[in-house]
């Protein structure tokens, strides 16, 4: 097994609160070490233009508490063509990278397992607030996404509970609905509508009516991005058919930013330190991630094709403690 000397970290795709906490691990692992850390700004499109820039322990002070990535990140079209694939694989030769460090969500570990195809020796760290990786137990920025939804609903709870009105909050998550469902199970929604299930419009607004008559003053509908129905479209149906006055949010990139809370500094701590080591031991071509509070790593195109079922549990959950 060759020592690693020289490594380099990347951020790709969506950031996510965390990524820095992550870089940082990286970065002074690697110092602890005794190997040289690069930092790739702005991603695939960096990586192919040679955006490399050494680090060190100093250049990743502050920024533990710090939302965003302080490398940057961007999506490349054109790391995806034949043309741009070769460039980055011929720049990462000239700075004579042993080990590729990819912080990001699934489009960004598919650039990874593609480059591990070509004899790269790439990790993939997870970093995306929509927690669709399955086959880690959360992804960095997942939490504090999480969170940030619950400080919002808490703020809209406030204000319709005054004024007796019907709230649905749209959440982001693409075809994941994990942050509408801790979010919503978090803040006590009366109704959680999740991607993949269908939805009976005349039963919410019954359900809507229903918790009126029980002198609710405030129902609140906390709907994922990818579900079946849209929150404008719901507050049509609910106007409609309940006459009740209905408020729309959609929070959309207010849950990408935010200082990263303190799960997510600790995974992503943990994650980036771990990243190195697993690079170290000679493994390539590896997913790291979390399963039941233990590190782990493995196979990236494995990973990508670990599918996880709809979590019953907490639907069924959310549903009983809205009753
Ligand atoms: P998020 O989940 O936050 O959107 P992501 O990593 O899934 O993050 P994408 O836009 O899907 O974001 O991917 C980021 C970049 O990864 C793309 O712009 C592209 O350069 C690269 N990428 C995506 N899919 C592939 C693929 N199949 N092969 C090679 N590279 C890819």
């Given at each position: 097994?060759?020592?690693?000397?020289?490594i380099?970290v990347?951020?790709?795709?969506?950031d996510?609160?965390?990524?820095?906490?992550?870089?940082?691990?990286?970065?002074?692992?690697?110092g602890?070490?005794?190997i040289?850390?690069?930092?790739?700004k702005?991603?695939y499109?960096?990586?192919?233009?040679?955006?490399?820039?050494?680090?060190n322990?100093?250049s990743?002070?502050?920024?533990?508490?710090?939302?965003g990535?302080?490398?940057?990140?961007?999506?490349?079209?054109?790391?995806?063509?034949?043309?741009?694939?070769?460039?980055?694989?011929?720049?990462?030769e000239t700075?004579?990278?042993?080990?590729?460090?990819?912080?990001?969500?699934?489009?960004?570990m598919?650039?990874?397992?593609?480059?591990?195809?070509?004899?790269?020796?790439?990790?993939g760290?997870?970093?995306?607030?929509d927690n669709?990786?399955?086959?880690?137990?959360?992804?960095?920025g997942?939490?504090?996404?999480?969170?940030?939804?619950?400080?919002?609903?808490?703020?809209?709870r406030?204000?319709?509970s005054?004024?007796?009105?019907v709230s649905?909050?749209e959440?982001m998550?693409r075809?994941?609905?994990d942050?509408?469902?801790f979010?919503?199970?978090?803040?006590?929604?009366?109704i959680?509508l999740?991607?993949n299930?269908?939805?009976?419009?005349?039963?919410?607004?019954r359900?809507?009516?229903?918790?009126k008559?029980?002198g609710?003053?405030?129902?609140?509908?906390?709907?994922?991005?990818?579900?079946?129905?849209?929150?404008?479209?719901?507050k049509?149906?609910?106007?409609?058919?309940?006459?009740?006055?209905?408020?729309?949010?959609?929070?959309?990139h207010?849950?990408?930013?935010?200082s990263?809370?303190?799960?997510?500094?600790?995974?992503?701590?943990?994650?980036?330190q771990?990243?190195?080591?697993?690079?170290?031991?000679?493994?390539?071509?590896?997913?790291?991630?979390?399963?039941?509070?233990?590190?782990?790593?493995?196979?990236?195109?494995?990973?990508?094709?670990?599918?996880r079922?709809?979590?019953?549990?907490?639907?069924?959950?959310?549903?009983?403690?809205?009753e």
């Open positions: 097994m060759e020592k690693i000397r020289r380099a990347l951020t790709s795709g969506g996510s609160p965390g990524m820095n906490a992550a870089i940082r691990a990286i970065v002074r692992t690697a602890h070490y005794g040289e850390a690069y930092g790739i702005n991603g499109s960096g990586l192919m233009n040679g955006e490399f820039e050494l680090m322990s100093k990743v002070a502050e920024i533990l508490q710090r939302g990535t302080m490398l940057y990140t961007a999506r490349s079209k054109e790391f995806m063509t034949d043309e741009g694939f070769h460039r980055a694989l011929m720049v990462l700075f004579k990278i042993d080990g590729l460090i990819v912080i990001g969500g699934d489009g960004s598919r650039g990874a397992a593609k480059l591990t195809d070509s004899g790269v020796a790439a990790i760290v997870p970093g995306t607030i669709d990786l399955p086959y880690t137990d959360s992804t960095i997942f939490d504090t996404a999480v969170n940030t939804a619950v400080s919002a609903i808490g703020n809209l406030d204000t319709s005054s004024h007796g009105m649905i909050v959440l998550g075809n994941c609905g942050i509408a469902l979010a919503g199970i978090a803040s006590g929604g009366d959680i999740v991607p299930e269908e939805y009976d419009e005349m039963e919410i607004c359900k809507v009516i229903d918790g008559n029980r609710k003053h405030h129902c609140l509908i906390v709907v994922a991005e990818g579900a079946s129905i849209s929150g404008n479209e719901l049509k149906t609910i106007v409609e058919h309940t006459g009740m006055e209905c408020r729309v949010t959609i929070l959309g207010v849950q990408r930013g935010g990263p809370t303190a799960t997510d500094r600790i995974i992503a701590s943990r994650m980036g771990y990243a190195v080591e697993v690079l170290m031991a000679g493994r390539t071509g590896r997913a790291v991630g979390i399963a039941k509070g233990e590190l782990i790593d493995m196979d990236i195109t494995e990973a990508l094709e670990v599918k079922g709809p979590r019953e549990d907490l639907i069924k959950l959310g549903k009983i403690l809205a």
